[in-house]
């Protein structure tokens, strides 16, 4: 096993290795036991400097990440985009640049745009950490969701892990697809054929529009908010409608002759894409996996700067 990552960046799951993967959840193990010890603080990145600069908005990401700097000592730098010059005009490149100047080491970064966190890591002497690009990938959201797998199941070779909802609008479902694909697990998307894009059958995972089938099949289910705000058409007749078609209810798991994991990223449409009785259910992890985003994160930033900029 590795004990440095192969890359100063995380700006995908794309492009990281499974050996990647195992060295980050190891790390977490040990700072999972941390936060949980009465004094939660470590001092690895004492004198480190990391900017949080998020253009878009986020609950669990950004406090996960902020707890996640503070147990680690770091020094930290908020910026939201919403009360700060972005909104005068100023670049992308000329925002962050004038954050560097003042000499921050790492920086995390959630963007509308996809391909915003390569762009800065390719100009700018920081670590990067993509917090979740457009529709592209939300790496750290991906570790965690297979982090809390790992610690249902073991080993995730093999398990059956299904993907269910909005996958056409989803960064979280891309990251998750690399990230299970290279723990060995089987993947399958599950939703209207108006939300799975047809790229999704060359990844390596199988397709399917049947709900029921789809439960059957899997050991886990990952539900996905419908991301109504960036929809400008209608991909479904109604909500209520895709409800009756394709949400998670207590009637469709009593169905099973199985029981099966069931996971949400947040944040969740309640009575949508799962009812209030599945995601508050004995069943389901989704707070777990809250729990774990702050261990995983302190592992990735941890890691990242033993690389150095
Ligand atoms: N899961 C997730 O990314 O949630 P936030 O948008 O609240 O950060």
Excluded at 248 to 277: A, F
Aim: a neutral charge; hydrophobic letters at 45%; charged letters at 25%.
């Amino acid at each position: 096993m590795a004990k440095t990552l192969s890359t100063r960046h995380l700006i995908g799951i794309k492009n990281i290795n499974a050996d990647d993967i195992q060295l980050i959840f190891e790390t977490a193990d040990n700072f999972k036991d941390v936060i949980n010890r009465p004094i939660k603080k470590v001092p690895s990145l004492r004198d480190i400097t990391v900017a949080n600069l998020f253009f878009e908005s986020s609950t669990r990401t950004r406090v996960s990440f902020e707890l996640a700097e503070r147990r680690l000592s770091a020094d930290i730098v908020n910026f939201a985009a919403s009360s700060s010059s972005v909104s005068k005009g100023e670049t992308l490149l000329d925002t962050v640049k004038n954050i560097l100047a003042m000499k921050v080491d790492m920086v995390v970064m959630r963007h509308p745009a996809p391909g915003a966190c390569v762009f800065l890591a390719d100009r700018i002497p920081a670590n990067i950490v993509n917090a979740g690009d457009g529709t592209h990938e939300h790496p750290t959201q991906a570790l965690l969701d297979a982090f809390s797998l790992r610690e249902k199941f073991g080993d995730l070779q093999g398990k059956k892990i299904a993907i269910i909802g909005d996958i056409l609008h989803s960064r979280v479902a891309l990251s998750n697809v690399f990230c299970l694909r290279k723990l060995g697990a089987h993947v399958r998307v599950c939703g209207p054929p108006t939300l799975i894009p047809k790229h999704y059958g060359e990844l390596g995972v199988s397709v399917s529009h049947n709900i029921q089938e789809t439960l059957e099949w899997c050991d886990a289910a990952n539900v996905l908010r419908i991301q109504l705000e960036r929809q400008n058409i209608n991909f479904f007749p109604s909500l209520r409608e895709y409800h009756q078609f394709f949400g998670i209810t207590r009637e469709r798991l009593e169905r099973l002759d199985k029981e099966i994991v069931i996971m949400h990223p947040g944040p969740i449409n309640r009575g949508v894409e799962i009812s209030s009785d599945v995601a508050d259910g004995p069943h389901s992890i989704i707070l777990d996996q809250v729990e774990n985003g702050v261990a995983v994160r302190m592992a990735v930033l941890y890691l990242l700067a033993a690389q150095g900029a």
